[in-house]
């Protein structure tokens, strides 16, 4: 078998006019593919439009995904049902790529082990990965939609059936959209109101602490005490804990907890029976270990932070006033800020 090698001059192997047809039908190929995918795009646009007028609310799938399934190219939906029902979570950047969309990619999450892998690549796949996404790429002879649907549906027979559901994506574009689309499940939505607060007041403790890092860096002598700037605390509950330590109440912790519809507060201070009996009357639950380390925890009815912070300055107000300023909090966090800036 005989391989030719041609970089910048005519190639003597071939004649002018016959190095010339491969250049010409190589770019009319390519042109094709690129005329193919911005049909499948123009597609993939109307129905996303017709989705967002018709229901703009995520089902439980979508949700975990981060894409409406008409994101997806057209094409590829049946292929997508297919997959997701065996346990895959394909992402929505999926379909043509590559300069002249001659390329055609399968994104998302594949816990594929070396056999795969290899029978993969014996029908002419390729495997590409990165820290948390895999990729099933293959390049099609023709810009036709049902010979590139019969290479996708022979990935689809190829992957098994997964004993696990699909774990939710993570990416920055799988998290915008759960910002932005609520769904209508009444569960989930209270949810997802929550993380969307959990985002918004997060974000505003980053801003809010940069900025008080630039215009005042020093510590005032509640600051030094809390072991944190104001800005370093979640704003529904800054006035709740600087009434809370100037009642005597040594706080550590405070605020968001891993599920995102509780609120919290730890610290070094115990509670009498009578006050905790207030307190859980107004559904606050108190817990308190031997050493005398507390914590007072409520699930917000309403994910704003007006309903939090008065919820949290009323508990502040239960709380009876101990004659005297709290003592520093003791956590690692707070003697290394002392340390930075006492």
Known sequence: MLFILCYNTICPYLGKSQFMNISINSYQENEKFTLLRNHVEQKRIKRIDQRLARNPSPTPSETKIGAFMEMYEPHLLPIIHVLIKKGYRIDPTSGFCGEYFNC???NGSFPIDY?????????????QSDTNTKS????PDKPDLSLILEKYTKIAQTLPQRSE????????????FRMTYVPKNI???????FEILKFKLLKQVSQDTKKRLKQKPIPSAVELRLGAFIEMIEPQLREALLTLNRK?????????????????IDGDFT???????????DGIKVETNPSGYTR??????QATINHIRDRWLHIATLLPDQGKSADPSMTQKARQFRLKFG
Do not use: V
């Not at 099933?136 to 390049?139: D, G, H, K, L, P």
């Not at 569960?187 to 109101?193: D, E, G, I, V």
């Open 271 to 281: 509670i009498d029976k009578t006050t905790i009996l207030r307190l859980k009357a």
């Open 165 to 176: 559901p699909f774990e939710p994506s993570r990416s920055y574009d799988a998290q915008k």
């Open 187 to 193: 569960k989930l939505k209270r949810t997802r109101l």
């Open 136 to 139: 099933i790429r293959f390049w």
């Open 115 to 127: 056999i795969l892998a290899n029978k993969l690549i014996r029908f002419g796949f390729k495997m």
């Open 296 to 301: 007072l925890q409520f699930t917000p009815l």
């Open 104 to 106: 055609q990619t399968l």
């Open 248 to 264: 005597g109440y040594t706080t550590d912790s405070s605020g968001f907890l891993d599920k995102t519809d509780t609120q919290i």
